[in-house]
């Protein structure tokens, strides 16, 4: 086989070039649907995945830790999901940890065993890990709380992390001292070397962090074995999988594109990338290769932690939103703060993730309110600014700009098809979805998963 181009070579590429681009778009194999959040997080992903991944041949996580929580309802028992991709549940079909996630395995481990006593089996045979993921160790859980301890006594505010350790770890990843699975599976005895010296690294920072270095690299060769069997070289994985058969791929985001670390409200965001493109980076996919980009968002918003929050409400509202929704953070169990839905900030999200279709949950919620707004601009010194500022200063001083609609005053909790919800809730939808400018597909009226109502 000829290793050099001849004329006629030259000829047929030139030729396939200008017949387009088009045909090779449609011969770039699988495409894959990924799974978004379109506020801060917490907007209820883990349910559009689990109706997705139904269907679904591979579920992948791309990014994060087990900072994120996904609590999905199936026969009425409630799953909670923190590394492990939420389309586990789904028998027929494989989970993929990429390598943008960062991995703390006796979490893993713990998650896996804690819902298999709830019902899950068999959830090791269906899960593949990458190789090139890192891990996070108990030293960076600790190193997470020893910081937020330090910016607390230094700056009079923490960024509010969920103290899992992610943050240490993806900073072990940038700075070339982290270590992945494919270290862990390989010589140990160089793993244990590099493990040492990391320890020591982090110890000269933090002078009183201690490590039980023999216990944990005992600890560690142990969940090695354990994790063996299900690792796999994640980017042939996925090459495989997108130009092998026609596969139904779905990625599942974590957190979401307000606390995405180069577009979220940096500081207050996570460590990792959970806009689209965290999807190539975090699995090794091609951008020719994203197809449907559904984004989530409440039809209210939440945050947890600190950061400037413009349509929050501490008041009475803001209180009915809290209790009506439950809303405590998966992770953290800590309060979620509340208020109005923001569209400036979903318009942003869908300006970064180019959204081909949104799903609005919680609606339900909103059913006792007299009256709901909704913040579609906001002005700083009197006049509409037309982007989202990236300085947080200057997003604590925005005013909102609201519109008003009429509370529908009715239980939407058992709609299942567009009619069966009140003409002023199909107003408020339809509102919300031609000020994005992106259809909404489905409408979340309850915890389960026969309360998604697909609109098309």
Known sequence: MSLTWSAKDHKNANQ???????????????????????????????KVVDLLATEADFVCRCQGGNNAGHTVVVDGK????????????????????????????????????????KGLKGWEKRLIVSDRAHLVFDFH???????????????????????KGIGPAYSSKASRTGLRVCDLLGDFKDFSTRFKNLVRQYQSMYPSLTVDVEDQLKKLKEYSERLRPMVRDGVYYMYEALHGPPKKILVEGANAALLDIDFGTYPFVTSSNCTVGGACTGLGIPPLNIG???????????????????????????????????????????????GWLDLVIVRYAHMINGFTAIALTKLDILDVLDEIKVGVAYKLNGKRIPHFPANMDVLQKVEVEYETFPGWKTDTSAARKWNDLPAKAQNYIRFIENHIGVPIKWVGVGKSRECMIQMF
């Open 141 to 163: 859980q600790v190193v997470d709380g020893l910081q937020e301890t330090e910016r607390q006594a230094q700056e009079g505010k923490n960024i509010g992390t969920t103290k």
């Open 78 to 117: 409630e799953y909670d999901f923190h590394l492990l991709p939420s389309g586990i549940i789904n028998t027929k079909s494989i989970s993929l940890i990429g390598n943008g996630v960062v991995i703390h395995l006796p979490g893993l481990f713990e998650e896996g065993d804690k819902n298999e006593k």
């Open 292 to 338: 449907d980009v559904f984004g989530v968002a409440k039809a209210y918003t939440t945050r947890v932690g600190i950061g400037a929050f413009p349509t929050e409400q501490l008041n009475a509202v803001g209180e009915l939103l809290q209790t009506r929704g439950h809303e405590v953070g998966v992770t953290t169990g800590r309060k979620r703060r509340c």
């Open 16 to 46: 396939a070039a200008a017949t387009g681009q088009k045909r090779s778009r449609n011969d770039a194999g699988n495409k894959v649907t990924v799974v978004l959040g379109a506020q801060w997080g917490d907007e209820g992903k883990g």
